[in-house]
């Protein structure tokens, strides 16, 4: 994959992220969980660590929500059924044209105190897809 053609040709490399990824990556593999600690550390946004991983042509993996970067399958959510109809209220209400963004996904996490694949994979039997992903994988 050449994950690069995803940006502008001459796209600038911030010098303290590529530092970073390069520090933190194993076998040209980012976890989504270490790029949000990059996030974190360097106070900067997901998505130019997203970036900086992209034109590093590194692989994001692991992905919080369950959705990417997991061996043999891919992805490892599973649609949940739940009675909590709060629950799918936020969801409903957090989705864009049947999208739940990543980032909203986050939140109601957060807010419900549940797991993150919880949350997708609730999202996921709704027929509610996550997009967009805040380090821009999807």
């Not at 900067?44 to 900086?52: D, F, I, L, P, R």
Request: with cysteine.
């Amino acid at each position: 994959n050449n994950f690069a053609k995803k940006h502008k040709d001459g796209t600038e490399l911030d010098p303290k992220i590529k530092e970073a990824v390069l520090n933190r990556s194993k076998e040209r593999e980012l976890p989504c969980a270490v790029a949000f600690e990059i996030t974190k550390e360097l106070g900067v946004e997901a998505a130019e660590v997203g970036k900086t991983v992209d034109l590093l042509n590194f692989r994001l993996v692991k992905c919080q929500l369950g959705l990417f970067g997991y061996m043999p399958e891919k992805k490892i959510i599973k649609p949940q059924d739940t009675d909590n109809q709060d629950l799918k209220e936020a969801i409903t209400n957090a989705a864009v044209d049947g999208r739940l963004p990543c980032k909203d996904a986050w939140n109601i996490a957060s807010e419900f105190k549940l797991r993150k694949m919880t949350v997708s994979g609730v999202a996921d039997a709704m027929g509610i897809k996550i997009k967009p992903c805040q380090l821009g994988a999807f």
